[in-house]
Each structure stands twice: as structure tokens, then as C-alpha cells.
Antibody, heavy 121, light 113 residues
Framework: EVQLLESGGGLVQPGGSLRLSCAAS????????MSWVRQAPGKGLEWVSV????????YYADSVKGRFTFSRDNSKNTLYLQMNSLRVEDTAVYYC??????????????WGQGTLVIVSS | DIVMTQSPDSLAVSLGERATINCKSS????????????LAWYQQKPGQPPKLLIY???TRESGVPDRFRGSGSGTDFTLTISSLQAEDVAVYYC?????????FGPGTKVDIK
């Protein structure tokens, strides 16, 4: 059974940093591209980033480009989202998603339960 | 960026009746090299992560009831729930994965009338 478990969320001040983790199990992580999306309280889904199966390619939404870094350690079955220079508007539940294939241009077929990030002074 | 729009914003349908949600992209998401539309539909219930229903615009995900049907091509797409059940109350999102950023529609809330 595919499982994605996000962690690392919490309360942080504007300008601060957080690192989210996503522990993957039940599938061969190295065979799939992965993604992060977020959802601000009471709002819709916003795509954040995608990483290729090897980690060699990453892409970001303009809203986080230059501040967030998506990486993966396939040997540890774990993905990371390093978030720097956090802003109030980054407050959201962050979901880790498994894509349907190795290509970054794919739908996500599984999502974790999410981790809440609150950016506030 | 490809802008995704959905209509209506919300709808209320009687149990057993049909629900239809429309999704429109600001440019085509059809890849002519493989003839696939890079369009997915997700269902999200309160307090839960999104759940994949449909991908490649019309391929139903394994385990999804056959009352859910995706159709359309190019820039215009539709999600149809043929006979609404109580457990279908949710927000439904379309997403294009043709061009980065992979944008979502704003969502359509489906309720029981």
C-alpha cells in the first residue's frame, strides 16, 4: 500500500525557515517523479513544485522560486522541501504527492495527509 | 501560465441525479505527439487530501466508481457524475499537467439538494 507521511510543519515567523519531509513507502520511490501542492486555509489547491525520479530536474511555482528547494534521497525513501524566507502567504497545508510515472509531466495518483505550516509573528 | 477555470462554482443535485462540472484551459493541453490531454480531475472531501479520479482527461483511476466520467479535449473538459451519491459531496478540481506550473482550477463544490 502506497503511503506518504509528511512532517516538519509548524509555526514560524516571517523570514524564517522550515524543512518539510515526506516519507514514502509501499512503492519504489526511485521510479516516480514527486510533487508538492499546498492549500491555504479555506482556499483551493496550489501547485508548488515537482521533482524528477532521479532528482536531476526540479521545477517551481513562481510564488516560491528562489525560496523553496525540493530534493529527494531515494536511498532513504524520503523527500524534502526546504522553505526559506517564509512569508505570511505561505501559510497552508502542504501535501506531498506521488506522480503516476517517472516523468514530471504527470498526474498525481497518491497524496499524503499533509502538514500545516503557519507563518505568523 | 495556463489558467484553468471551472463552472459552476457550486451546484446542488438530488440523490441519483446527474452532476456536470466544466473545466476550461486558457490554452490547449493536448499533446499532439501522443494524442493525450494532460488533464486530471481530483475529489477533495473536508479534512482530507485530494483523491485522483480521472487522468489523461478520460481515464478513470483504479477503484473509482464508473459513475464518474471524464470527457473533452483541447481546452474544454467535463466531469460527469451520472448518479450522485451521498458520498460524492466534495470539492472537485481539474488540473493541467501539460505546462509548468501545473495549475489547478478554482474548484467546484458539489452538495445534495
Amino acid at each position: 500500500e502506497v503511503q506518504l507521511l509528511e512532517s516538519g510543519g509548524g509555526l514560524v515567523q516571517p523570514g524564517g525557515s522550515l524543512r518539510l519531509s515526506c516519507a514514502a513507502s509501499g512503492f519504489t520511490l526511485s521510479s516516480y517523479a514527486m510533487s508538492w501542492v499546498r492549500q491555504a486555509p479555506g482556499k483551493g489547491l496550489e501547485w508548488v513544485s515537482v521533482i524528477s525520479d532521479s532528482g536531476g530536474s526540479t521545477y517551481y511555482a513562481d510564488s516560491v522560486k528562489g525560496r523553496f528547494t525540493f530534493s529527494r534521497d531515494n536511498s532513504k525513501n524520503t523527500l524534502y522541501l526546504q522553505m526559506n524566507s517564509l512569508r505570511v502567504e505561505d501559510t497552508a497545508v502542504y501535501y506531498c504527492g506521488k506522480l503516476g510515472r517517472s516523468s514530471t509531466h504527470s498526474h498525481a495518483d497518491y497524496w499524503g495527509q499533509g502538514t500545516l505550516v503557519i507563518v505568523s509573528s | 501560465d495556463i489558467v484553468m477555470t471551472q463552472s459552476p462554482d457550486s451546484l446542488a443535485v438530488s440523490l441519483g441525479e446527474r452532476a456536470t462540472i466544466n473545466c476550461k484551459s486558457s490554452q490547449s493541453v493536448l499533446n499532439s505527439s501522443n494524442n493525450k490531454n494532460y488533464l486530471a480531475w481530483y475529489q477533495q472531501k473536508p479534512g482530507q487530501p485530494p483523491k485522483l479520479l480521472i487522468y489523461w482527461a478520460s481515464t478513470r483511476e483504479s477503484g473509482v466508481p464508473d459513475r464518474f466520467r471524464g470527457s473533452g479535449s483541447g481546452t474544454d473538459f467535463t466531469l460527469t457524475i451520472s448518479s450522485l451519491q451521498a458520498e460524492d459531496v466534495a470539492v472537485y478540481y481539474c488540473q493541467q499537467y501539460y505546462n509548468i506550473p501545473f495549475t489547478f482550477g478554482p474548484g467546484t463544490k458539489v452538495d445534495i439538494k
